[in-house]
């Protein structure tokens, strides 16, 4: 029905950026609020940053004026530009989507995740 595909992981060492994207697809018709979790070894999954349709941001107090969440609605993808990384934002990175699909069914779906590890 619907897939959400991360990318644009990797290994940063510390102070440097990446840029996550994560691309839905399938049957459909509207998405919604979208975001980005992460977990970290031992620890529980915990919210980095979401986004309205309309563009309207809410972040981590961890990760303010460092990491920015974007979209694109006509490509149904989200971005996370992450700046001044540090060691502690070593985790998997998820996205997750709020999506109406062609039969009008509205679900939450998750990305199978991106390793992001930040050292030196």
């Known amino acids: 029905q619907v897939q959400l595909v991360e990318s644009g992981g990797g290994l940063v060492q510390p102070g440097g950026s990446l840029r996550l994207s994560c691309v839905a697809s399938?049957?459909?018709?509207?998405?919604?609020?979208m975001g980005w979790y992460r977990q970290a070894p031992g620890n529980e999954r915990e919210l980095v940053a979401t986004?309205?349709?309309?563009?309207?941001?809410n972040y981590a107090d961890s990760v303010k004026g460092r990491l920015t969440i974007s979209r694109d609605n006509a490509k149904n993808t989200i971005y996370l530009q992450m700046n001044s990384l540090k060691p502690e934002d070593t985790a998997v990175y998820y996205c997750?989507?709020?999506?109406?699909?062609?039969?009008?069914?509205?679900?939450?779906?998750w990305g199978q995740g991106t390793q992001v590890t930040v050292s030196s």
């Open positions: 399938g049957s459909i018709f509207r998405v919604y609020n």
């Open positions: 997750k989507g709020t999506i109406t699909i062609m039969t009008l069914v509205t679900s939450d779906y």
């Open positions: 986004i309205t349709r309309s563009g309207n941001t």
